[in-house]
């Protein structure tokens, strides 16, 4: 149980254009989700927590306008990054938090990202 | 605020040896801890947590940690390495709280030798 998805698991893109990921959890409903990025060699950085139904929340030196998060139900949380550029390209990661609590966090396979 | 420090950006030991991998936490109150594995190009696994209870944690694939408040430390081990032990390693940690966030290490690369 609590299986988190991502797609894509990879995607190239040019500069200048949109892209979007999606993160799903298969078996459970997910209240809360977060979106992380990951440089290489580096931890995570958690960038947004997304709450069904509302705005997300972003870190501080998170741009909102470029990082784009939706979470739309239960099961779906979208990350679209806008315009993207060099600079963006990383590993995106999303984990969710199960509706009945607790602190632990399921985490999706990763995506990534590279720009063109 | 809640804080990890991971002592050790690169750990390599011998097949067969022990494994000890250090975290050390700051938390004003009773923390859950957590560590999870990453192998490359996938997301996080999680290896095991410690809520409340039992300070000795065993998780899966033999690996265990010990909460140790009055030493701030959850330091993870395994008593023999395996070749498939080779990844990253990120102690975490939170407060439990719908809305806390987990705080992660810088994290720990662990290589087995042959």
């Known amino acids: 149980g609590a299986v988190v998805s991502q797609h894509p698991s990879w995607v190239i893109c040019k500069s200048g254009t949109s892209v979007k990921i999606e993160c799903r959890s298969l078996d459970f409903q997910a209240t809360t989700m977060f979106w992380y990025r990951q440089f290489p060699k580096q931890s995570l950085m958690l960038m947004a927590t997304?709450?069904?139904?509302?705005?997300?929340?972003?870190e501080q030196g998170v741009e909102k306008d470029k990082f784009l998060i939706n979470h739309a139900s239960l099961t779906l949380s979208t990350l679209t990054v806008t315009s993207a550029h060099p600079e963006d390209s990383s590993f995106y990661i999303c984990s969710a938090r199960t509706a009945s609590g607790g602190v632990e966090q399921f985490f999706g396979p990763g995506t990534r990202l590279t720009v063109l | 605020a809640q804080s990890v420090t991971q002592l050790g950006s690169h750990v390599s030991v011998s097949e067969g040896a022990l494994v000890l991998l250090r975290c050390n936490y700051s938390?004003?109150?009773?923390?859950?801890l957590f560590w999870y594995v990453q192998y490359p190009n996938q997301g996080l696994q999680l290896l095991l947590k410690?809520?409340?209870?039992?300070?000795l944690v065993k998780g899966i694939n033999g690996f265990e940690a010990e909460f140790k408040k009055s030493e701030t430390s959850f330091h993870l081990t395994k008593p023999s390495a395996h070749m498939s032990d080779a990844a990253e390693y990120f102690c975490?940690?939170?407060?439990?709280?719908?809305?806390?966030?987990?705080?992660f290490g810088s994290g720990t690369r662990l290589s087995i030798r042959p």
């Open positions: 975490a940690v939170t407060l439990y709280s719908s809305a806390s966030k987990i705080i």
């Open positions: 938390s004003s109150v009773p923390p859950y």
């Open positions: 997304s709450n069904e139904g509302s705005k997300a929340t972003y």
């Open positions: 410690y809520t409340t209870g039992a300070t």
